[in-house]
């Protein structure tokens, strides 16, 4: 039995490397030749074309923006062969390897800060604005290590997340007292992650899941949520949906809340240059949050703006994130 109470499954094999998630394992092409240890890909061997010359360079730096100091070492410490927690067949896999995260993981930040005491943990201990890439970073490699990474390393992940939420304790600007170990909390996090990854792969993604694979994604993430200490988490996309509803009364868009929304949307640690692709993400993360969500946060909704510009502008951009992150194919040898 692991940690979580439940049983190993039998697809959680031993795993070959496999693709990971977008920016999370992708590594710079200099950076995943070192790692291996041999020698270029003929594709790679000084016959690069400006394309692929370009979508090295783009890729390089989305992951050195997400991923950080110690991708090149988290990359190698993912792949590397032993067993895991999903095997290479399961929803949780396709979901979190697609681009389309770049805009599920915006809609859960917004999603989550609704609720008044996540949002005031959140904003007293995350260091969102003195360290917002520190933050994703440690995001990425948290989702990137229990969904591709070996079951003792995302065992490991595990504990130190909940160590941290162990002393992560204070009181709201309401007066009410929070701790990130509360398994109510806790679950608002997991749904609100679990419902807007999904709905961003289920509108952006290259493959979107049919109704039983994404009853199973909701599954796989229940693993997840029950390992980080929440209870009874959903399993079926039905489940999921409705214990979002539930969770409706409580939630209401706080001055921190409304903050977070202004510092995300408006005004992102980015250069000037990014700026116009990064809005194109959030825009379609806006576009996907319900409406009740978007009058909380004061955010409009512009339905025929929407469709017309905003979802092929997303689909796009996205598509743009998935070429640059993904290696070209290999030219045959002459």
Do not use: K
């Amino acid at each position: 039995m692991n940690r979580t109470g439940m049983p190993p499954r039998a697809d959680h094999g031993v795993a070959t490397p496999c693709r990971g998630p977008p920016a999370l394992t992708f590594v710079p092409y200099s950076a995943r030749r070192r790692l291996a240890g041999g020698a270029a890909p003929a594709w790679d061997n000084g016959h690069m074309d400006a394309a692929d010359r370009l979508r090295a360079r783009i890729g390089a730096a989305i992951f050195e923006r997400v991923a950080g100091p110690q991708g090149p070492e988290r990359h190698a410490l993912i792949r590397a062969p032993g067993e895991r927690w999903f095997g290479e067949d399961r929803p949780i896999r396709r979901v979190h390897g697609d681009s389309s995260m770049f805009i599920g993981g915006l809609r859960a930040l917004l999603l989550q800060s609704l609720h008044p005491l996540a949002m005031a943990a959140v904003a007293g201990h995350s260091g969102y604005r003195g360290d917002p890439w520190g933050r994703l970073q440690r995001t990425s490699y948290f989702l990137a290590v229990t969904t591709f990474g070996r079951a003792d390393d995302a065992q490991d992940a595990i504990a130190r997340v909940r160590a941290i939420h162990g002393r992560v304790t204070g009181t709201a600007p309401d007066g009410r007292p929070y701790a990130a170990s509360d398994p109510h909390l806790l679950t608002w996090v997991h749904i609100a992650e679990a419902d807007s990854f999904l709905r961003a792969h289920s509108r952006f993604g290259a493959h979107p899941l049919d109704h039983h694979e994404r009853d199973a994604y909701v599954a796989d993430m229940a693993r997840i949520g029950a390992a980080l200490g929440v209870p009874e988490p959903p399993r079926t996309a039905a489940e999921l949906a409705a214990r979002v509803e539930e969770y409706r009364p409580e939630l209401a868009a706080t001055a921190q809340a409304r903050e977070a929304a202004r510092f995300l949307l408006l005004n992102p640690p980015l250069p000037v240059v990014a700026r116009p692709p990064y809005g194109v993400l959030a825009a379609a993360a806006v576009s996907l949050l319900p409406g009740w969500a978007r009058r909380h946060l004061w955010l409009p909704r512009l339905p025929v703006t929407e469709a017309a510009v905003v979802r092929p502008a997303g689909h796009a951009l996205v598509h743009a994130i998935r070429w640059a992150t993904t290696a070209p194919p290999a030219t045959p040898a002459a």
